[in-house]
């Protein structure tokens, strides 16, 4: 990574964690070493956000949502809207993960409103792209990431408030991993999009993370890459090797 984008690792604990479990995590992180040096986000259930950010609120780490809505309010039943997770504490959101799009059906017109949305509230957005096993092998990754680029750009007003995550959906959850080389060739891919796209500023300040089933094991070698400025975590992220995926550059 460059040295002048500062690492970030985040932590999606997806439908996951209790409040026994959680409170471990917090614990983790509070009492053990970490680079401090790295940005550290947690992403816990919804209902769980406010506990997290009561139990890190001395650590430097901060708290995300995993998903937002697009309005602010109104009878959508079982949603949460930005000024909500704001009022619970929270300084982020991730958006656009494989999940929402490939499960619930969250295309990117929506994605993009939600992008809006929540940088109106004032939370930094987890941006998510990244294409599906069949994408790949015919050869449209980045057919499919931009796509997924050009509905997030079309909603941001402030590039600072951005993480991009590149999460290769046929790495996520399946212990497959993309190799330090090809996922350093798409983070490439993207920041000269950005370059030619919305500034040369925004492509060397942006941070572009990797997600797709990081471990304490493949961490190292994907840090050392030029354009991959940190991680987005799994399962990982609720074991010890959280730690040691913070401190895989030390």
């Known amino acids: 990574m460059s040295e002048?984008?500062?690492f970030f690792v985040g932590g999606n604990h997806k439908m996951n964690g209790d409040t026994a479990s959680l409170s471990k995590i917090a614990v983790m992180l509070s009492e053990t070493q970490w680079d401090k040096n790295v940005e550290v986000v947690v992403a816990p259930p919804t209902c769980y956000i406010s506990t997290l950010v009561q139990h890190l609120s001395k650590t430097g780490v901060s708290v995300s949502a995993q998903n937002i809505h697009e309005y602010q309010k109104g009878a959508f039943t079982g949603e949460i809207s930005?000024?909500?997770?704001?009022?619970?504490?929270?300084?982020?959101?991730i958006l656009g993960h494989s999940e929402r799009r490939h499960v619930f059906g969250e295309g990117n017109e929506q994605i993009g409103q939600k992008t809006a949305t929540a940088l109106a509230q004032g939370l930094t957005?987890?941006?998510?792209?990244?294409?599906?096993?069949e994408e790949r092998q015919a050869g449209k990754t980045m057919d499919?990431?931009?796509?997924?680029?050009t509905a997030f750009k079309d909603n941001i007003s402030d590039w600072s408030k951005v993480v991009i995550a590149y999460e290769p959906v046929w790495?996520?959850?399946?212990g497959k991993v993309a190799t330090p080389e090809q996922a350093q060739e798409v983070h490439a891919k993207i920041r000269?999009?950005?370059s030619e796209n919305v500034s040369s500023d925004v492509a060397g300040s942006v941070r572009i993370i990797y997600g797709g089933s990081v471990n304490a094991g493949n961490c190292g070698d994907l840090s050392l890459?030029?354009?991959i400025d940190g991680f987005l975590v799994g399962g990982a992220s609720l074991k010890l090797d959280f730690?040691?995926?913070i401190n895989c550059q030390q």
Not at 82 to 93: E, I, L, P, Q, R
Not at 144 to 149: A, F, W
Not at 171 to 174: L, Q, R, V, Y
């Open 4 to 6: 002048s984008r500062r």
């Open 225 to 227: 890459q030029r354009d």
């Open 171 to 174: 790495a996520i959850g399946t």
């Open 243 to 245: 730690i040691q995926i």
């Open 192 to 194: 000269n999009w950005l």
């Open 82 to 93: 930005a000024s909500m997770v704001v009022d619970c504490g929270a300084t982020y959101t």
């Open 125 to 133: 957005v987890i941006a998510c792209i990244g294409e599906q096993l």
């Open 144 to 149: 499919v990431c931009i796509s997924q680029l």
